[in-house]
């Protein structure tokens, strides 16, 4: 059987490491880099003799469709390319948030459907083996019952972060959603493995989203948020975010049980369960790769680490946070600003890191911990 013809397309920004993973996958023999496709193809790293070069999706599939597009792409654009692409005869490895609206998720989840074709969604963290290695360990009543799950992460971002493209920080341009903000965008992971691990992923799973946004960049989107999501289990999950910490830590969900506490460290790949009385347990745990994984499935039938349909419950707190009441923002006796290198400036909000503990100790939103800048 001949290598699967793969096409890349958006491939720069974080689309050149799906390129430098497609280049090293095609060295492999595992596939064919077929096509790249953008509008910028200066300064690429060497492509495979024969790879085709496009300057956007639409010209790529009129000289052929090849068996997968990897799609790496503004947010915006995500459901439109993603269809053409099925519509075509292609799988697709879609990068994340799947869609900017939930309207667009269902119309993109019906025509994928429709096309009898596969639709993986690039949230990494769902390919590691700790995801499933949590829910075992939960289900084995390790933690006791199961009082509640959260999802924490202190990230910093700079302004140059924001001036990188033109829809960057916005929720919505040119009358389109956007919604690249902190919960939807940089630290959408932890809401999608916060899912997962709760079991949680399908849109029907979350039954209610309440969302408590702040910008402390001069930016539409938030940059620092909570948000409380009741399941349809009866549990709730408390997500707490910023991209204006001090220094960038490890984010993290975490299963609160009656008899202990498992805190996956979604980036590392690494467990610790904390039971009372006994030292913790750390593991660690390997990862597969989600191209590496939609290849297989197509091959052998085997089910997606991360199908489309498993981020309807993420895409129903992205449609919360893009429909509810704009990110409020921060007073600037709050936050400092930080001269950086080449011009660039970062903003810290004070004492963000204790608010965002503080969020998941109490399970409540920044605006009911009534912290001063909040108000």
């Known amino acids: 059987m001949s290598a ?48 085709r070069r496009h300057h ?11 068996d997968v597009v990897v799609l790496s792409t503004p947010i915006h654009t995500h459901a439109a390319l993603a269809s053409a692409a099925v519509r075509a005869g292609a799988d697709v490895l879609l990068e994340k948030p799947p869609t900017a609206t939930a309207a667009e998720f269902a119309e993109l989840d019906a025509t994928v459907e429709a ?5 993986q969604v690039g949230f990494q963290s769902l390919g590691s083996a700790a995801v499933h290695h949590v829910r075992r360990r939960v ?6 019952e199961v009082t509640g799950y959260s999802a924490a992460g202190c990230w910093v971002r700079t302004r140059a972060y924001y001036e990188r493209a ?13 919604a690249d903000g902190a919960l939807t965008n940089p630290l959408a992971h932890a809401v ?38 009741r399941l349809a289990g009866g549990h709730e999950l408390v997500v707490a975010v910023t991209l204006c910490a001090a220094e960038r830590g ?23 369960e904390e039971v009372p009385g006994r030292p913790p347990l750390v593991t660690r745990h390997a990862r597969t790769d989600l191209l590496t994984d939609l290849l297989a499935a197509r091959a052998h039938g085997t089910p997606l680490l991360s199908p489309l349909v498993a981020s309807g419950g993420f895409t129903r ?22 001269a950086l290198p080449g011009g660039d400036e970062g903003r810290r909000l004070i004492g963000v890191e204790e608010a965002v503990a503080a969020a998941l100790r109490e399970r409540a939103t920044f605006s009911e911990l009534g912290l001063p800048w909040t108000r």
């Open 4 to 51: 699967p013809a793969v096409a890349v397309v958006g491939v720069n920004g974080h689309g050149r490491s799906h390129l430098e993973r497609a280049i090293a996958a095609h060295a492999a023999g595992h596939l064919r880099l077929a096509a790249v496709a953008d509008p910028n193809l200066r300064e690429l790293p060497e492509l495979p003799t024969g790879t």
């Open 56 to 66: 956007d999706l639409g010209d790529l599939l009129r000289d052929g469709a090849p």
């Open 115 to 119: 096309a009898g074709r596969l639709c």
């Open 139 to 144: 289900a084995e009543d390790r933690v006791g």
């Open 166 to 178: 033109r829809w960057a920080g916005h929720r919505h341009l040119d009358g389109r959603v956007v």
């Open 192 to 229: 999608a493995t916060a899912l997962a691990v709760a079991g949680a992923q399908r849109a029907e799973d979350v039954v209610d989203v309440r969302t408590d946004l702040f910008h402390v960049h001069d930016i539409e989107a938030d940059d620092t948020s909570a948000a409380r999501v």
């Open 250 to 272: 490890e984010p993290f969900v975490a299963v609160e049980g009656t008899a202990g506490r498992i805190t996956l460290y979604y980036t590392l790949d690494t467990v610790v």
């Open 317 to 338: 707190v992205l449609e919360a946070v893009v429909t509810g009441p704009a990110p409020r923002p921060v007073a600037e006796e709050f936050f400092e600003r930080l």
